[in-house]
């Protein structure tokens, strides 16, 4: 592997981590296995879109390219503070694309 996808794959550890971390440390909040998972892998994409938005330890921000189109699918917006929003209610957010594509 080169230093950069070494890197990048620490960083991937390091969120891995740092997640099952922070789970374990408030896991009485949790009523059922569902809630646990749920907010546990919310926060790993979170995280893992921080690192792609530049926010990693020596991890520049990173283009995602549609290789289809040859557009980056991340130009002009912070994926991070996306990310949260359609997690938590994908539908809405997707009916809400749908109603601005059309428009």
Known sequence: MTKEQNEFFQELANIQEYCINVAL???EKYHDMEELLKDVTCEVVYRIMELLDGYGEGVPRCD??????????????????????????????????????VR
């Open 25 to 27: 440390s408030k896991k």
């Open 64 to 101: 995602i390219i549609n290789t289809v189109t040859s557009k980056s699918i991340n130009e002009g917006i912070e994926l991070h503070d996306k990310c949260m929003n359609f997690l938590e209610n994908p539908f809405s957010v997707t009916m809400e694309s749908e109603r601005s594509r």
